[in-house]
């Protein structure tokens, strides 16, 4: 349908068809990242994670086909339009304000460790 940014609004359809999609990658991967590659709030979130030593799925919705789809998609799903978008366990926690205070609040690990994306991490 044309380059990069040629299309930022998504048919009805398109967000039909993108829902469920999106819901299984939620529900298929213990953490995941709907990102957009210049964004440098996904990127901080990405360190962050990576830092910790997280397993997680990124979705970089600038380079999917299907990327405005999805992200309207997530709007309808979960009443945020912005990246990062991000779900662990399979629960919407938000974007980089609210993983960042989960994270200050000391409450990020745990929740990285219940979603089983964290392997090294011993349970007590």
């Known amino acids: 349908m044309g380059g990069l940014f040629s299309s ?3 048919s009805p359809e398109e967000v039909k068809m993108a829902l469920p999609k999106t819901q299984e990658i939620v529900s298929n991967n ?3 990242v709907f990102s957009k590659t210049y964004c440098p709030f996904c990127t901080r979130v990405k360190q ?6 997280a397993e ?4 970089e919705l600038d380079v999917e086909s299907d990327g405005s789809a999805v992200q309207a998609a ?9 990246v990062p978008n991000v779900f662990i366990g399979g629960n919407h926690v938000g974007g980089c304000d609210a993983v960042t205070a989960t994270h200050n609040q000391g ?4 929740l990285l460790t ?5 392997p090294n991490a011993t349970s007590s």
């Open 48 to 53: 962050l994670l990576s830092k910790l030593g």
């Open 8 to 10: 930022l609004k998504a």
């Open 30 to 32: 213990p953490v995941v």
């Open 74 to 82: 997530l709007l309808e799903w979960t009443g945020q339009r912005t």
């Open 114 to 118: 219940n979603a089983g994306a964290l």
């Open 107 to 110: 409450k990020l690990v745990p």
């Open 56 to 59: 997680y799925k990124v979705v």
